[in-house]
């Protein structure tokens, strides 16, 4: 197939791309802190506001769901217009801004199909700004230096994500649910004034529009079999929380019921802290050493997790050893996804791959935490971590048949 010329016409890129440590990637990984600053101290009490509001136990269950499905959708299509129009920043704005606010407004609520409404809204803005911010943070930095920008932006996010549970629990204490979701509204405009000020984008000068199916048909050969790899990967990568439950049962008979369950929450405190300490230093060794080599390490220590898990005794030290190894993991998969993704993209196709690459983790993240869910309640926990760590094992197998450009 004949390669097509550019489509576009950069012009030099200002903040000085040849820095990774520039203007565009501080401002983004401030923006990256404020909203999950924001939308996490929302989201940790969420909860205990539904059950204010009488809400059934299934409603979480279905106000996540439907949101995150509206999210992948969302990131896709975002991306595919990202590659079309000659500027993304006011898009990426405008996500962050609707985020901020519709977060926010759950104070308003007075029944649990109005929280439903809001926090759609709010995940179809994080799926807007999503691919669109990633594919300005590849352009904004050089090649060889993108692991360390996109570990920064990573750890801004992962911070924000630790502290907004912990500005939650100071918040109620003081104030309403209705009263807190409100002042989530602050640091969700905060990051978007961030964004708007401190990044600055390089210029495109020429697109050349591509209808949507032919956008994803004219991915390279060597992104799609990677978009293969993180979703195969993905469909084994559960939700987290499962640890939580998985080292509460196993530490009740010696701890009892209270003290195993107050562990497992610490553990999971010390997943989050290694995750949030080694974005960073994960993408400055992709740099150094080769992304995809990285990647494949993360995939297969994720593999080591979930066997940990089938094998381990039931003492405290041997499960903080596995949640220190899991947060490890995916920091170093979150990281050098987005970081090798960049390598294998063309400039003018990078905002659809980045939709397409969201998707794919989307699809797969739904995927695992159903299927181990459901091994785990049908047969037993052994079986879904099997199922988990087989699954890494064949998305390290592929990412190294990936031929990485750039």
Known sequence: MTRQAPTEQASPPAGGRGRWFNRTIIGMGLTSFFSDLGHETATAILPLFLASLGAPAAALGVIEGVSDALSSFAKLGAGWIGDRVASRKPLVVGGYVLTGVATGIFGLATA?????????????????????????????????LRGRAFGLQGAGDTLGGVLGPAAALLLVSALTYRQTFLLTVIPG?????CYAVLVRERGRTRIQPRRFWEALGALPPGFRLFLVAVGLFGAGDFAHTLLILRASQALAPSLGPALAATTAIGLYTLHNAVYAASTLPSG????????????????LLAGVMSLGFILASPVWWQFALLFGVGGLYIAIEDTLERAMAADLLPEDMRSTGYGALAAANGLGDFVSSVLVGVLWTTISPAVGFAYAATLSLVGAALVLRVRQGG
């Open 112 to 144: 649990w199909p109005q929280v439903l409404l809001s926090r759609a809204i709010g995940w179809f803005g994080r799926g807007v700004r999503g691919p669109l911010r990633d594919a300005m943070l590849a352009d904004a930095v050089d090649p060889a």
């Open 189 to 193: 405009l905060i990051a978007a004034l």
């Open 284 to 299: 400055a060794l992709g740099d150094r050493f080769g992304k995809r080599g990285l990647l494949v390490v993360g995939y």
